[in-house]
């Protein structure tokens, strides 16, 4: 199997996966997020949606709202269709000063041609809170935005606003934001803040893969590449701290990661149809074989005190 299950935080002698709460957190990745897509369409298909909490980053936050709405194959359509073209994504103007990837074409061409039913998910998540995650470009820090139909768009553009990929970042407010995995690509530990005690989380990249900490010669942070270091830095901190959440995670709290096992064949972005088709069936793969080995012991919920 070219994906990987895998649960911590659970006793062996434990059948079922009791939780007060349970959360769905999803990993940024540009294209990779097509094994995102694969994975939630499937879970739509199999009408599988108990999470209370639902927090992405990015392209996960792209795949959530799909997700949310019940639209079975939108985030894949958006993917395959709309960030193939050179439109979206042009290494020449991008020499040339301009955007390397210009979301406001995507957003303003999708909303036009192929729009997100977010009524429809507002409607569904009554009771439920999603989550968009972004990075104030001020202080590098995280905001979690929540999903309001009228700002929809808004928010999940400022959390897929990488630096320099997309230059000046998105404003909302008096505040300048820049893609959410900047200052926390798996925002696990934000989810167990707000009261989740199992936690589900898909990701882009392999379970195997692991940042080592780093510590920057002190002449990178000084001068023009001061920004884009302390930038790097943020975003290497906050994925030591994922990793170390799902390694071992806080007393009671149980992590299921679903992963590729090894890197996907797409890539951040300049993917070919091919990859993204591979991807997407892998995702399909690796849902089904969750439902089947863990969906019906999320059924039951974390029983009442004696």
């Known amino acids: 199997m070219n994906f990987s299950i895998r649960l911590s935080g659970q006793q062996e002698s434990d059948t079922w996966l009791h939780h007060t709460r349970l959360a769905l957190v999803c990993e940024g990745g540009g294209q990779r ?129 990488i630096p320099m990929f997309y230059r000046g970042g998105v404003t909302i407010g008096d505040v300048t934001y820049w893609d959410g995995g900047v200052s926390d690509p798996l925002p696990l530990r934000a989810a167990h803040q707000w009261g989740a005690d199992c936690i589900v989380v898909i990701r882009t990249l392999p379970a195997s893969y692991a940042v080592k900490p780093l510590k920057l010669p002190p002449r990178l942070m000084k001068g023009r590449l001061s920004n884009m270091a302390a930038v790097l830095q943020s975003h290497l901190d906050g994925y030591l701290l994922a990793h170390d959440f799902i390694a071992r995670p806080p007393a009671g709290v149980k992590v299921i990661e679903l992963a590729p096992r090894q890197p996907l064949k797409s890539q951040l972005v300049g993917s070919k149809l091919e990859a993204l088709r591979h991807d997407y069936r892998l995702g399909q793969a690796c849902a089904r074989q969750f439902l089947e080995q863990h969906a019906w012991r999320l059924r039951r919920r974390q029983p009442p005190p004696v």
């Open 33 to 161: 997020g097509i094994f995102t897509a694969g994975i939630l369409d499937t879970f739509l298909e199999q009408d599988f949606f108990p999470f209370r909490t639902l927090v992405g980053t990015s392209a996960g936050a792209q795949n959530l709202s799909a997700y949310a709405s019940g639209s079975r194959g939108y985030a894949r359509r958006i993917i395959m269709r709309y960030t193939t073209q050179k439109p979206f994504f042009d290494p020449l103007r991008f020499a040339r000063g301009g955007h390397l990837i210009d979301l406001d074409w995507l957003f303003d061409t999708t909303g036009e041609s192929f729009p997100l039913d977010v009524e429809r998910a507002a409607r569904r998540l009554q009771g439920r809170d999603l989550r968009v995650v972004a990075c104030r470009s001020d202080t590098l820090q995280a905001d979690y935005l929540p999903f309001t139909p009228a700002q929809w768009a808004t928010t999940v553009k400022a959390s897929s606003a």
